[in-house]
């Protein structure tokens, strides 16, 4: 078991940082945003390269922070009787989640978006406007990323609910917005 803390430890770190680094892109938007409409009213002038920009920023701090907000338990439940179960009940509901639902979801959203996704990097898809930011590929990868780091966390919240369910130690700490007892 001792293993799979360790695990699970390494996966919450990757998924702490990449949300942390996902925040900073809401921080970029709303500069940028400021910028442009401050430059737009000022000067009349704009770009279109720095407007799509705001589509790259929004889709990282959505996409890669997924996996952080899994962690932190930020995603939406119906909490009508899972506040008031024991934690090893609250571990059967979270193991029962994430195999249920969220690991069948993420593939099927990889295995349709992977051809996608693919497409465009044969091309390295562009934007559709001449002065636009030429990255439509990277912009699609995010999908992957989010597909990927959800999917790393959804097993990191399976190991932990079996650590719990076996009787071999709390969650560990941070893990699900829970803290060690």
Not at 38 to 43: E, G, I, Q, R, S
Not at 118 to 143: D, M, P, R
Not at 167 to 180: F, M, T
Request: glycine share 8%.
């Amino acid at each position: 078991m001792d293993k799979l803390a360790r695990l699970c430890a390494m996966i919450d770190q990757t998924n702490e940082f990449l949300g942390k680094f996902a925040a900073w892109s809401a921080f970029a938007l709303v500069i940028t945003q400021f910028g442009i409409v401050l430059v737009n009213h000022l000067y009349s002038e704009g770009s279109i390269a720095i407007q799509e920009s705001l589509t790259y920023m929004h889709s990282l701090l959505f996409l890669g922070a997924a996996g952080y907000t899994l962690l932190h338990n930020g995603h939406v439940r119906v909490d009508i009787l899972y506040s008031s179960l024991s934690r090893k009940r609250k571990a059967y509901v979270n193991l029962a989640g994430t195999l249920i639902i969220l690991f069948p979801v993420l593939l099927m959203v990889g295995f349709y978006a992977l051809p996608y996704i693919n497409a465009s990097w044969q091309i390295l898809e562009g934007s559709t406007e001449s002065s636009g930011l030429h990255l439509v590929f990277l912009l699609k990868s995010l999908i992957l990323l989010f597909v990927v780091s959800t999917f790393l966390q959804g097993i990191s919240v399976s190991f932990h609910s079996i650590i719990v369910i076996a009787g071999s130690g709390d969650l560990v700490e941070g893990s699900l917005g829970e803290k060690s007892q």
